[in-house]
Nanobody, 120 residues
Framework: QVQLVESGGGAVQPGGSLRLSCVASGTFFSIYSMGWYRQAPGKQRELVATITNSGVINMADSVKDRFAISRDNAKNTVDLQMNSLAPEDTAVYYC??????????????WGQGTQVTVSS
């Protein structure tokens, strides 16, 4: 079992910045990928950014020039630096971890979510 705890959400004006953090704890084999997804009201959950344990990053085009993702494999943490925030970024942000226990098989774990609100 893996527990994910997020922090860093809040309210910010357009153009502002926030830094989200997530730490994974518990029993797992190998966390291959960690990252962030978000869900706005009335919308489906969508990818923001993920990073593998080897540093390969997958990031949505809408945030590539504004956000940055980083990971500390030893501490099992992942951070998301969000700059130039816009109202369209308003959503609940969820931390995700992909735990690989056999090659080709994995379990996905999710945090409780943290609210990010961008408004003036």
């Amino acid at each position: 079992q893996v527990q994910l705890v997020e922090s860093g959400g809040g309210a910010v004006q357009p153009g502002g910045s926030l830094r989200l953090s997530c730490v994974a704890s518990g029993t797992f084999f190998s966390i291959y990928s960690m990252g962030w997804y978000r869900q706005a009201p009335g919308k489906q959950r969508e990818l923001v950014a993920t990073i593998t344990n080897s540093g390969v990053i997958n990031m949505a085009d809408s945030v590539k020039d504004r956000f940055a993702i980083s990971r500390d494999n030893a501490k099992n943490t992942v951070d998301l630096q969000m700059n130039s925030l816009a109202p369209e970024d308003t959503a609940v942000y969820y931390c995700n971890a992909e735990d690989v226990y056999v090659s080709g098989s994995h379990n996905d774990y999710w945090g409780q979510g943290t609210q990010v609100t961008v408004s003036s």
